[in-house]
């Protein structure tokens, strides 16, 4: 268990010293001794987070709970409070598919009677590929239905002119998530490999495979695989934008690779572009050289297993079980899968979370609120103007850099600024299965309508059910959800608390408009260092000190286990930059506050990173999460803010105010 500090302990510590202090009282007439330092100025984080602590003990079996995690739970349950509404008495057309989608997936004996049907047409449309010519039809129709085969295209940004989308052919059609997985010989990946093929055989029966046929169906599914894990990138490299950038006119790719008919393929997707981006011609090459080596009867059984394996947690118990059994567990080690109704939300989310988002705000997002927090976001993009202004440590070229994209930043908040077609096929109760496709065929069609010029900016990366606060690099643009827009994040109870949680966020993330990472692209979208080198070092000093506070840290409930604070530097620079200028824009905001306000601004801070976490996943995240634990992320940028120390009364070299020479100062 996670020994953090405990309330009840520092409680018990300040009355054995108010006991010793009465009974000793003579003594310490002769004898003075250093004045008690209060909870707040010891441990901030458990004197702020007390009642949650004592309220929110760890569950049994339980990795973590945490404040933020809680938020996350309600909107969930909001969520399915609106789809159960939506189902007894949708108000539109929207509800009324959203509640047919998610009483068809509730309804669990349909789905079982359901069984392989939902699938049926797919199968039989791969079913009847009877030459070469036949496959890459074929691989178009199922990437329409949201499945994609053979490879992954997808919209992306252009990164020569940021306004707009491009297609990206991108590595793909594998049911294993690293290629590795195909080509290392260790005990562990082989144990791997051959659960995998049992599964593979699994599904391959359940979407109608006679037995006789199983293992050579799956024998060639294997190699298929492996053929296009040969000249797939490595998992680094594919995770490098910069190298997976590769553009090339679609004229151009169609007479490279003439047997997959790209020119076809995208018409079919319904785009018009004339430009894609294609990183792996190697990769290419062989997928149109397979088009004609491979048997036909090998192509279709590749493709049923794709169809089953991507269908089958919408399916009937079989297919349902065999997935949780090879996905769940072996993959990601889960014990059981989720209740009935999370996973039907999860459906729900993949294929059609853009129509519960727009739902999803008309019912929860308050006008009031979403302009006040409209508000609050610009008045903390004037303060990161204004400390740009006063700076020392950025030189003058780079100052009128990060000036100009910070007036020009957008600031979206709740949903997109632009809306999608929600013109859907009606869906019904009738099938589970079948309305996932008529949804993944829908979200599919929007997604590529994002590829083409001034498209760029329709869509956000996250839907506004989902709590999240981000900067978008491509677009300059700070994107706050309305799902974000909840208690302990913006509580409008308690409104001088909005600047100390909901503004400290803002800050971290429009801190990275103009950081390291931000410097690369310019106030008009182009990819260009504006950083000189001498910004870039004051920028590496900054974040020295700042990992070496949390280096010096005890990680907590690991005794004797110190804080990696290499892993969790950028994340703590974004902390510390943000509580700053939150503090800088709530003392403008209100130059009249009192004691108490003052106060409440640090405890919002403090509050949003209350958790339990147990010793074994404590473990595990010291080793790779790039987030401080939550009672540093409390305390270790508090103890920099002279304004913190002037709240609670705080003297330097106390636990929670380091002197003036050891503080860090990145925007104040």
Known sequence: MMSTPRPLVLALGLGLLALVSAADADAQKKKSKAPAVSAQCSDFYAQANAGW???????????AVSALGQLSELALQQQRQLLDAAMASPQNDVQARLGDFWASGLDEAAVEADGSRPIATLLSRIDAIKKAKDVPATIAALHQVGIPVAFNFAPDVDLKALDRHIGYFMQGGMGLPDPAFYTRNDADTQAVMARYRAYVGQILALTGTPKERVDADTAAVIAIETALAGKSQSLTDLNNPFGNYAPVSVADASKRYRNLQLGQ?????????????????????????????????????????RVGDAMAPYLSRGFRDASFGFRGQVLEGRVAQAPRWQQVLDAVNTAAGPMLGREYAARYLDPDERRQAGEIADEVRQALIAAVERDGWLGADAKAEARAKLKALKIEVG?????????????????????????STWRHREEMKRIGKGNADRRWDVLPQQPALAYDIAQNRLIATAAVLQPPVFDTARKDTLYGAYGALVGTQLNRAIDAR??????????RDWWSQADRDAWTRLGDRVAAQYASQEYPGLKGTRVDGTLV???ALADQAGLELAADAYARANPQANQASKQAFFEAWSRLWAQQVAQNAATERQKTDIHAPGPLRSNVPLGNLPAFADAFGCKAGQPMQRTEADQVRIWR
């Open 53 to 63: 602590l004592k309220a929110n003990p760890l569950p049994a079996g339980a990795g």
């Open 569 to 571: 530097r950028d994340v």
């Open 518 to 527: 931000g410097s690369r692209v310019d106030a008009r979208g182009e990819l």
């Open 265 to 305: 393929f995208l018409a079919a997707q319904g785009v018009k572009d004339d430009l894609v981006s294609m990183s792996n011609p190697a990769l290419f090459a062989e997928l149109d050289a397979m088009i004609g080596r491979i048997k036909p009867e090998q192509w279709r059984a590749y493709l049923r297993w």
């Open 415 to 439: 949903t997109p600024r632009r809306d999608l077609d929600y013109t859907v096929q009606p869906m019904g109760r009738g099938s589970f299965g079948g309305n996932m496709l008529i949804a």
